[in-house]
């Protein structure tokens, strides 16, 4: 059976997609489909010898999401980043919250390694750099997006049991950002992203697409975490 990689709050899936690519089982777990939060453990002889489990997502009017734990080879996890934003500014912050979808997730993931004959070969959680620092502590990689081959500058970090990918760009292009008479910088496509061709289909609007994981990344991080 295909090996199957978990997308967490995976949006457009473009995370994942070279998993696809490759013949992998991939779950993609995201609203308006599935609440990543709304789960159900299925255990069956759940003991030291043996492998039946099952985790359940369901929604109404949306065929369930079975997934069977001992075929889970890599997870993916992509939390909503609005309240960790530096770009927020000094605006209220509901980190409680925030940190419900962070913990949910972190929660899946143990559930998965913990369970006997785990095939968990890597995890990763992804946010742009922000206050997620202060409750995650130092990620295990920071990359920013030109290093794969996107016009952006949006610092990135990971943090999980994972390899790091291996940039493609050593040099930072020039003219990906700009500075405002305020003293302000930002990157140039920040504003106004460009939706990618392929996820037009979608309706997305602008904090979406802000949100894609960049192709050259996702690449990337497959070569390294297959």
């Not at 998993?19 to 159900?40: F, K, Q």
């Not at 990359?143 to 081959?149: A, C, I, K, S």
């Amino acid at each position: 059976m295909a090996k199957i990689i978990l997308d967490l709050c995976g949006g457009t899936g473009a995370w994942s997609k070279p998993y696809v690519e490759a013949g992998y089982d991939v779950r993609i777990i995201t609203l308006p489909e599935y609440d990543m939060r709304n789960y159900t453990l299925l255990r069956d002889g759940w003991t030291e010898w043996s492998r039946k489990g099952w985790i359940e997502w369901s929604r109404k009017g949306w065929p369930s999401c079975l997934v069977d734990i001992a075929l889970v080879h890599g997870i993916l996890f992509a939390p909503v980043c609005t309240e960790f934003s530096l770009a927020k500014g000094a605006a209220p912050r509901d980190f409680e919250e925030a940190m419900e979808l962070v913990e949910a997730g972190l929660r899946i993931i143990w559930t998965i390694r913990a369970y006997p004959g785990s095939q968990l070969k890597f995890w990763a959680l992804e946010n742009p750099v922000g206050f997620l620092r202060q409750f995650l502590g130092k990620p295990a990689y920071t990359f920013e997006q030109w290093e794969y081959g996107h016009a952006g500058v949006k610092r990135t970090d990971l943090w999980g049991y994972l390899k790091p990918p291996t940039p493609t760009v050593k040099t930072r292009p020039g003219g990906l950002s700009v500075r405002y008479p305020n003293g302000r910088a930002n990157g140039r496509g920040m504003s106004c992203p460009i939706c990618p061709p392929e996820y037009k289909h979608m309706g997305l609007d602008r904090a979406a697409i802000r949100a894609i994981t960049p192709k050259g990344f996702a690449e990337a991080f497959y070569r390294a975490n297959k």
